[in-house]
């Protein structure tokens, strides 16, 4: 491809993402990631932050993964400071999918804790997969504090990211079935009994961790 065509697709491209057609935006994304060019990763983090469908988000994170990192992570970075839940989230998002540990002293324990469930829960992503190594406990201890938030979704987002931390996170969750709030002593247990058996479902491990709170014991060492 010359110069010139490159130009004739990325500038095509560039202009799909604002189509009022998802399908058309997909397409535009697609073709972006298909011939990165780096003169159109602005447009895709701007598209990030407002694009309202999930797929053409899902495909946008993927043309940009496509591009240097050297290039795209300093505008996702930038976008963590947005005033706008959606451009935190997916910048968030679309950081763990690229896997830049430079992007972790961004990962703030405000990002943590964000009142907004979808950024908090890709920020949680986000960590458990930029963390670098021998830093898990403390991670562990602060996402510990988001234990019982939310919904099941959330939820289980959290126990996951905890999860992936390995065992150091063992501690903080048997230390978390003794809280005062009810809410997180069931997920405290419920993330355990995940962390021993995967397979069992979240669902699963949340009903045994009511039956476990419900007759006074605290998971598998209190029992």
Do not use: N
């Not at 300093?74 to 005033?83: D, G, I, Q, T, V």
């Not at 829960?121 to 939310?150: D, H, I, K, Y």
């Not at 099941?152 to 079935?177: D, F, H």
């Not at 009994?193 to 009511?210: C, Q, T, V």
């Amino acid at each position: 491809m010359t110069m010139a065509q490159q130009d004739t697709v990325t500038a095509r491209a560039v202009q799909g993402l604002e189509d009022s057609r998802s399908s058309v935006r997909l397409r535009a994304a697609l073709e972006v990631g298909t011939s990165p060019d780096p003169r159109s990763v602005d447009k895709l983090v701007e598209r990030c932050a407002i694009e309202p469908e999930f797929y053409v988000r899902e495909m946008l994170t993927w043309a940009l993964t496509r591009h240097s990192s050297s290039v795209t992570v300093p505008l996702l970075l930038a976008e963590l400071r947005s005033e706008r839940a959606q451009a935190r989230s997916q910048a968030l998002h679309t950081l763990s999918k690229i896997g830049d540990r430079q992007a972790w002293p961004a990962i703030t324990r405000a990002l943590l804790s964000d009142a907004d469930d979808e950024v908090a829960r890709s920020a949680w992503r986000a960590a458990a997969v930029l963390v670098p190594e021998g830093e898990e406990p403390e991670l562990a201890e602060v996402l510990a504090t988001q234990l019982g938030r939310g919904e099941r979704e959330t939820q289980l987002s959290l126990s996951r990211a905890l999860i992936a931390l390995g065992e150091v996170v063992l501690p903080v969750l048997r230390a978390a079935t003794t809280d005062l709030d009810p809410r997180v002593r069931l997920h405290a247990i419920a993330t355990e009994r995940l962390s021993r058996d995967p397979d069992a479902g979240f669902e699963f491990a949340i009903e045994e961790a009511k039956r476990v709170v419900a007759l006074g014991g605290r998971g598998q060492e209190g029992q």
